[in-house]
């Protein structure tokens, strides 16, 4: 323990250092550990889920140059507006995002998926529905934002061991009822429970936080209530379209809410709507 310890303190220190296995410390049998962005010098915690690689177990809370920190303009040019926007979750100030207050994982801030996927302009509506290329986008050098596909990865082993990232024991017959197996026990609003079960972002429990969303017309909703990811993931609306107006993400909700706070949604939305971001690790060398 002294020696992981300060491995942690030197990484710290230096200007990069790679992610660094913590091994079975904690409470847990995943193996965690840590990642320094040296764009900014954050640091987040991380954790190894089988076959779906290395996750970070926080949202991200980079503030990207390219980016405008505001909402969207409603009914701009084209008909919404898909430029690059970043914003706090439920409207609170930029320096909450970035505080881990909440069992070892931070709020993050809310982007478009143009913001996700880093483009300054130009080529968001373009196809990207290739699930077998890794986009860096917003993520940090060696990481990239997870396809569709890396999701279902991610959903099918937390659905199969729930006991090494969850205080749950049974197995899930369903990947996509896992849920509770991802969410985090932290109540944002201190009204909703959330039904999660998730282990600390620190001891290698996914922890989603359910922050809500944002966009234009909707400002801040569904804080404490339900959460939403981005996937790098593009798809048409309709047949005859020339551009992908939507991109495949997730969704995690409280009880009572869709799925009953069980299930996880797998869909498409605008790209224009402001969603969470988790990065995953690259496994080979392709990433953009």
Request: a negative charge.
């Amino acid at each position: 323990m002294k020696n992981i310890v300060w491995q942690i303190v030197m990484c710290l220190l230096m200007t990069s250092c790679a992610t660094i296995d913590e091994g079975n410390e904690g409470n847990g049998s995943a193996k965690i550990g840590i990642l320094k962005d040296t764009r900014d010098g954050q640091v987040y915690h991380t954790a190894t889920f089988g076959d779906a690689g290395e996750w970070m177990t926080e949202n991200l809370s980079y503030e990207p140059p390219m980016a405008k920190y505001a909402l969207p303009t409603p009914y701009g040019p084209p008909f919404y507006d898909y430029a690059p926007y970043y914003y706090s979750p439920n409207g609170l100030d930029q320096a909450a995002g970035k505080k881990q207050n909440y069992n070892g994982g931070r709020l993050g801030f809310l982007y478009t998926w143009a913001a996700a996927m880093n483009f300054k302009n130009g080529n968001v509506l373009e196809d990207f529905s290739n699930q077998s290329m890794s986009n860096q986008g917003i993520c940090p050098s060696n990481w990239h934002l997870p396809t569709d596909d890396e999701w279902d990865i991610l959903e099918v082993e937390i659905a199969a061991n729930p006991v090494k990232y969850s205080t749950l024991t049974e197995p899930f017959e369903y990947y996509f009822s896992s849920g509770q197996a991802f969410k985090s026990t932290i109540s944002l609003d201190e009204k909703n429970a959330t039904d999660g079960f998730s282990k600390a972002a620190d001891d290698g429990g996914f922890n989603v936080l359910l922050v809500g969303e944002a966009d234009y017309y909707y400002k801040n909703r569904f804080w404490g209530t339900k959460a939403y990811f981005w996937t790098s993931v593009t798809r048409y609306e309709y047949p005859n379209d020339v551009n992908t107006t939507k991109a495949f993400c997730r969704s995690f909700n409280a009880p009572g809410d869709f799925f009953s706070g069980w299930g996880i949604d797998d869909y498409s939305e605008w790209k224009h709507y402001l969603f969470s971001v988790r990065c995953v690790k690259n496994k080979t060398a392709f990433a953009k």
